[in-house]
Antibody
Framework: EVQLLQSGGGLVQPGGSLRLSCVAS????????MTWVRQAPGKGLEWVSS????????YYADSVRGRFTISRDNSKNTLFLQMNSLRAEDTAVYYC????????????WGQGTLVTVSS | DIQLTQSPSFLSASVGDRVTITCRAS??????LAWYQQKPGKAPEVLIY???TLQSGVPSRFSGSGSGTEFTLTISSLQPEDFATYYC?????????FGPGTKVDI
């Protein structure tokens, strides 16, 4: 059974940093693009970032470009999201998901991890 | 950036009802549209991709149609487990935006 197990959320002060991890199992991780999606409390879904299967291509929402960095370690079946210069508006549940690029959709999702930016 | 709108934003329905949700794109997106269902406290799940292809394991009462700028998600006979929020998403080009969601409630 495909699983995406997330970790790394928590409470951080404005301006601080946090790194999220997403460990994949039961599929060949290096064959799939991956993505991060977030959901602020009581709000809708917001695409954050995507990365190609090799890690050679990365894409960001304007709201996080320059502050967040997506990366992956295919040898460890792990996806990362490094979040710097965090703001109150980054408070959300963050989900990792497997990105099927042909046809295009987000298939398996992690359980979500809450990031709270507050002093 | 391509914007998506959904209508209605809230829908009150009963078990057995036929339900239709519309998603409109600010410019043509061919058939690069997916529909997701999200229940409270849970991750979203894909229902439909490529505008009309039913994801494996999703009940056949769900169907999708459309291309270009107008799309619909139809639930032919609403079941108790279908009360949830539904999102459309385009995947033609970055940023891969979601619609604002449609909450289906009793």
């Amino acid at each position: 059974e495909v699983q995406l197990l997330q970790s790394g959320g928590g409470l951080v002060q404005p301006g601080g940093s946090l790194r999220l991890s997403c460990v994949a199992s039961a599929f060949t991780f290096s064959n799939y693009a991956m993505t991060w999606v977030r959901q602020a409390p009581g709000k809708g879904l917001e695409w954050v970032s995507s990365i190609t299967n090799s890690g050679g291509g990365t894409y960001y929402a304007d709201s996080v470009r320059g502050r967040f960095t997506i990366s992956r370690d295919n040898s460890k079946n792990t996806l990362f999201l490094q979040m710097n210069s965090l703001r109150a508006e980054d408070t959300a549940v963050y989900y990792c998901a497997q990105y099927i690029v042909q046809p295009r959709y987000f298939d398996y999702w992690g359980q979500g991890t809450l990031v709270t930016v507050s002093s | 950036d391509i914007q998506l709108t959904q209508s209605p934003s809230f829908l009150s329905a009963s078990v057995g009802d036929r339900v239709t949700i519309t998603c409109r794109a600010s410019q043509g997106i061919s058939s690069y549209l997916a529909w997701y269902q999200q229940k409270p406290g849970k991750a979203p799940e894909v229902l439909i991709y490529a505008a009309s292809t039913l994801q494996s394991g999703v009940p056949s009462r769900f169907s999708g149609s459309g291309s270009g700028t107008e799309f619909t998600l139809t639930i032919s006979s609403l079941q108790p487990e279908d009360f949830a929020t539904y999102y459309c998403q385009h995947l033609i080009t970055y940023p891969l935006t979601f619609g604002p969601g449609t909450k289906v409630d009793i």
